[in-house]
């Protein structure tokens, strides 16, 4: 539970994708007013920074309160801890040489400003305020004991970003550095795996399987076709999204053999989860060989489909038995089945990363306070 939930104090927050950029202010887990939603900007920084300070200007106007800080999401690679971004930025190449944002946005509004990776605030809103917490829920309500305490994140849209949270903290790495976008991608492992995840990708096998590569649909549109609710290639979309899962589930399924937590998925492509979700759980559950023949699972936990009643039934279940304690009359309860879940998120991307980012902000105040 988010001890924050009650909380008086107001938090400007800032989801930056690199098509555009969603502000609010949150009192708790809700947003005050509606949040607004400008572009981005990216290619400039002159108009991207301008924006950036219009869009909390206007949150400010609207909600007619003082912040108490603004925290939000901005993609890495960057400097987070001193606010700092710059490196390689696919979405944002205007701040590729770097760029004090943090510093610039705190002489603007003399608040206190925290600035974190965006699948980072992702995963800990979802860590905090969405799937883990409904998980151990529904496991406790089943009358289950198996409680969770890591999630990893995973946002699927322009990019392919990732967040993790061990124990209830945020796990920022000592770089601020925890990304699987550059890892190899399972097709062509030359390049990496964003390239076969992200909008992009959806659109280029889209093209390549209708043979229409200058078909100029977004990923909203391919899955309209792949619905039958507008004229296309309905197995070329179907094949596209179902690529797309298989691809993300290679990458997946490293950060799940390392972290052994919860898995939960957002952002704008999550509405096409039934055309990615069987490649996607079919990775994940897939089989690896020894030298010497033997067969084994790619993931040494079970991988159950949260989404699904059947499945989170048996994933509540487990394999519970009594077993006796040595030399003694009495027994324990054991369940040697490890396990975990995917789901998709609840909350959506722009609310998840904007919880995390509020909680984050008021752990800081207090810390330094």
Not at 280 to 306: C, D, F, P, S
Not at 324 to 338: L, M
Request: hydrophobic share 40%; proline share 5%.
């Amino acid at each position: 539970m988010n001890k924050y939930r009650n909380d008086s104090r107001i938090v400007l927050t800032l989801d930056a994708g690199g098509t555009n950029m969603v502000f609010g202010a949150m009192l708790g887990e809700d947003y005050l007013g509606t949040p607004i939603t400008l572009p981005a900007n990216a290619d400039n920084l002159d108009l991207c920074l301008r924006t950036i300070v219009l869009g909390f200007e206007m949150v400010v106007n609207q909600i007619k309160a003082t912040p108490a800080a603004i925290s939000f999401a901005f993609p890495g690679p960057a400097d987070y801890p001193h606010g700092i971004i710059g490196g390689y930025l696919p979405n944002f190449p205007s701040f590729r040489d770097g760029v004090a944002l943090g510093p610039y946005l705190e002489r603007h509004f003399h608040i206190p400003v925290f600035i974190n990776n965006d699948g980072d605030l992702f995963a800990y809103g979802e860590a905090l305020g969405g799937v883990l917490p409904e998980i151990n829920e529904r496991l406790s309500a089943a009358g289950s004991s198996k409680r969770y305490h890591n999630l990893i994140g995973y946002t699927l849209g322009t990019g392919f970003g990732i967040g993790t949270v061990i124990g209830g903290r945020l796990n920022r790495g000592d770089n601020s550095c925890v990304e699987t976008f550059c890892l190899p991608h399972k097709r062509r492992s030359d390049v990496i795996v964003e390239d076969g995840v992200a909008i992009r990708a959806v659109k280029r096998v889209y093209g390549e399987v209708s043979g229409n590569p200058a078909h100029g649909l977004e990923p909203k549109d391919i899955f309209e076709v792949a619905e039958g609710l507008r004229p296309g290639d309905v197995d070329a979309a179907r094949k596209a999204f179902a690529t797309m899962g298989e691809i993300a589930g290679e990458a997946i399924l490293t950060a799940a053999t390392l972290i052994d937590g919860l898995i939960v998925i957002g952002g704008g492509m999550t509405a096409a989860a039934r055309y990615f979700m069987p490649t996607l759980l079919e990775t994940l559950r897939g089989q690896i060989h020894t030298m010497a023949g033997e067969t084994l699972n790619r993931l040494q936990m079970k991988v159950y489909n949260l989404d699904d009643e059947d499945d989170f039934a048996r994933f509540a279940k487990g394999n519970v038995r009594r077993i006796n304690i040595y030399g003694t009359d009495e027994e324990v309860e054991y369940d040697p089945e490890k396990r975990i879940g995917i789901a998709i998120s609840r909350m959506g991307a722009s609310k998840a990363t904007a919880v995390g980012a509020y909680t984050y902000a008021l752990t800081q105040l207090d810390r330094q306070s």
